[in-house]
């Protein structure tokens, strides 16, 4: 099975900081990965897919980067609705796997 | 407008059944594949199973953790997707999300999601 590690856990950021999540797959998986949004109480919803294509209706302050076994998810200037938990997914095989997500709090 | 939503969780005691339902509704879901993907009450997402279209065969995927013991099905007449849960464990609460493959094969990524359902196992 593919591990998928996230880091930070939490980060604490101010409205208006850049953040930077990253994402690290225990092998290679090309760009077979995704980023989703998930705020309390909600379903998951699709930022980026293929490592770096934003999803449509997807805000351009959202981008992803990376392939391999590295990628990030940036946010470059953070809003008010942008606080939530943030999961990757590889998509290069079966069992598909998350990362254990990050959360983004109000500093 | 694209949607999905889930149906028929609940409290039930261990060892017991339960049968939950994913209903679309804005597209044909008989073309895609879909997952089903669970969240334990303040953890994290994990990935139970996934239905390939009939294109592909409509062959079934089940993480380890349930194998044997869940299985999914489809009833594309009716725009529903099941997910079949026998001998329930304590370690099986959860809300249980579907979602919609993007790629067609297999492997992907999903949007959108249902709200979920919740599941609760217990005595």
């Known amino acids: 099975d593919i591990q998928m590690t996230q880091s930070p856990s939490s980060v604490s950021a101010s409205v208006g900081d850049r953040v930077t999540i990253t994402c690290r797959a225990s092998?290679?998986?090309?760009?077979?990965l995704a980023w989703y949004q998930q705020k309390p109480g909600k379903a998951p919803k699709l930022l980026i897919y293929a490592a770096s294509r934003l999803q449509s209706g997807v805000p351009s302050r959202f981008s992803g980067g990376g392939s391999g076994t590295d990628f990030t998810l940036t946010i470059s200037s953070l809003q008010p609705e942008d606080f939530a938990t943030y999961y990757c997914?590889?998509?290069?095989?079966?069992?598909?796997?998350f990362g254990g997500g990050t959360k983004v709090e109000i500093k | 407008e694209v949607q999905l939503v889930e149906s028929g969780g609940g409290l039930v005691q261990p060892g017991r059944s339960l049968r939950l339902s994913c209903t679309g509704s804005g597209f044909t879901v008989g073309d895609y594949g879909i997952i089903w993907v669970r969240q334990a009450p303040g953890k994290g997402l994990e990935w139970v199973g996934f239905?390939?279209?009939?294109?592909?065969?409509?062959?079934?995927e089940v993480a380890a953790s349930v194998e044997g013991r869940f299985t999914i099905s489809r009833d594309d007449s009716k725009s529903i997707v099941y997910l079949q849960m026998n001998s329930l464990k304590t370690e099986d609460t959860a809300v249980y999300h579907c979602?919609?493959?993007?790629?067609?094969?297999?492997?992907?990524?999903?949007?959108?999601w249902g709200q979920g359902t919740l599941v609760t196992v217990s005595s």
């Open positions: 092998q290679g998986i090309s760009t077979w």
């Open positions: 239905i390939r279209s009939k294109a592909y065969g409509g062959t079934t």
């Open positions: 979602s919609r493959a993007l790629a067609a094969a297999g492997t992907s990524w999903f949007d959108p």
């Open positions: 997914q590889q998509a290069n095989s079966f069992p598909l796997t």
